[in-house]
């Protein structure tokens, strides 16, 4: 009798594995918690049906990626910095009037990892959030002015939940000022795009950006630490690359807002949302001048007004004025090789640097001012052709500039891209702007 029990606890064990995908030995105490994480149909939620992650939208996809790094500039260039709450942030009613916490003690914006990706999946980057109208310690909002942008990529649907969904984790649904329940958690995130096909598991897929990925946390003897949950899921990112994601989070110890690693912490399922499929259409690639792929938060310029070696910055969103003459040479970055864009193969354009034509950028060599692209893995510069301000002349370049004219460049392999910004300390520079855009072309 006992051989029949141990056989059946081991097949039940395995059962639950192939649903799970984890590979851990499971506790015989911990088989209820574990089943309890599988759902066994459909809840009954707001979304579309009959997609797959085939019915993305790759250029809405890198538009999240970029709307996700620009909080991640705005900390680098020290905009605004972050801190790191589990359960927390302006999207979850914890405080005793239902608001949520929007800063800490220091006037650090208050995230978790869901907060910031369902932030992110609304189309909602840095300028457009309540974080970047901080401006004292302890500050709260009320999570029902949180709404999705009309972007065409953005999810519509987490915030028009019907009463009755069955979403596994629900101590943070509330209503919205219309009646409706949302989509908060992690947990929640994964059972959502799950309900729709829109997941699937390492190994089945090649991961893209924009791709969301799911972890899960046990304790010292195995069990779940969050068992009813779905999968027993706490934790998300945003992928920027097939091996590299943006999240806020307490691991590393390092925690905060960060770019990590699939090789130090590797995710345990992916999702990939629509991205506007269902408005313009299935693509698996950049159209040509489908997406701005320069974040409107820089990595290494703040936002408003700032002084680097006698010279004047002032920055609101991605246009720039400069003012002053620079006592010596200035690198800025603009997106950092730390957390890079990656760029499929294709023929791209960078341009927006001068409004204006001086002379000394009329000569398509020149190198008093202008953005430079860069390969974040290698440190090599992309080779491509400048064109002078004017128009009258070009010149191949490695790195390749934008100095006025625009410049346009050829990848022949996916490759990830960092760009900086040059400014001369020969000659005065008031008068001169910026507002640079990257196309695929």
């Excluded at 081991?10 to 984890?22: C, G, L, M």
């Excluded at 909002?141 to 939940?161: C, G, L, R």
């Excluded at 999968?231 to 590299?244: N, R």
């Amino acid at each position: 009798m006992y051989t029949i029990k141990r056989e059946t606890l081991a097949a039940i064990t395995e059962k639950i594995r192939e649903k799970t995908h984890r590979t851990q030995t499971i506790l015989g105490e911990n088989i209820p918690a574990e089943i309890e994480t599988i759902w066994a149909k459909p809840p009954n939620i707001n979304t579309n049906g009959g997609v797959s992650p085939d019915s993305s939208n790759f250029d809405g996809a890198m538009a999240a990626v970029v709307c996700g790094m620009t909080y991640w500039n705005a900390k680098a260039s020290g905009t605004r910095a972050f801190a790191y709450q589990d359960g927390f942030g302006p999207m979850k009613p914890t405080n005793a009037d239902g608001t949520g916490r929007l800063s800490d003690g220091s006037g650090a914006g208050v995230m978790d990892c869901s907060s910031y990706t369902g932030f992110v999946l609304r189309g909602i980057g840095y300028l457009k959030s309540p974080f970047a109208g901080i401006t004292g310690a302890n500050q709260s909002y009320a999570p029902q002015n949180v709404k999705a942008t009309n972007d065409a990529w953005a999810e519509p649907f987490f915030d028009k939940q019907p009463m009755d969904a069955d979403i596994a984790y629900i101590g943070d649904k509330y209503k919205t000022t219309d009646g409706y329940l949302r989509i908060v958690t992690a947990s929640d995130i994964a059972a959502y795009y799950a309900r729709m096909s829109l997941t699937f598991w390492p190994g089945e897929r090649d991961v893209k950006p924009g791709d969301l990925c799911f972890f899960y946390k046990t304790n010292d003897n195995g069990t779940l630490v969050y068992p009813k949950r779905y999968f027993g899921i706490s934790h998300v990112g945003m992928m920027i690359s097939e091996d590299k994601f943006l999240n806020i989070t307490s691991y590393p110890a390092s925690g905060n807002l960060i770019v990590t690693s699939t090789s130090a912490r590797a995710p345990f399922l992916y999702a990939r949302p629509l991205y506007g499929a269902l408005v313009n259409g299935a693509r698996g690639d950049l159209s040509a001048g489908g997406t701005d792929l320069i974040p409107d938060v820089w990595s290494g310029i703040p936002q408003g007004s700032s002084t680097t070696n006698g010279l004047g910055f002032a920055l609101t969103g991605k246009k720039l004025s400069l003012s002053g003459k620079a006592t010596s040479g200035i690198t800025k970055t603009l997106i950092s090789k730390s957390c890079p864009v990656q760029l499929t193969q294709g023929t791209y354009k960078l341009s927006g640097f001068v409004n204006g034509t001086g002379t000394n950028t009329k000569n398509a060599s020149h190198s008093m001012w202008g953005i430079r692209l860069y390969d974040a893995d290698t440190g090599s510069g992309i080779t491509g052709t400048t064109t002078s301000s004017d128009g009258a002349s070009t010149a191949e370049r490695t790195p390749v500039w934008d100095i006025g004219g625009g410049a346009t460049f050829t990848l022949t392999k996916t490759t990830r891209i960092y760009a900086n910004m040059w400014l001369t300390s020969s000659m005065d520079v008031s008068g001169i702007s910026a507002e640079p855009k990257l196309y695929r072309i």
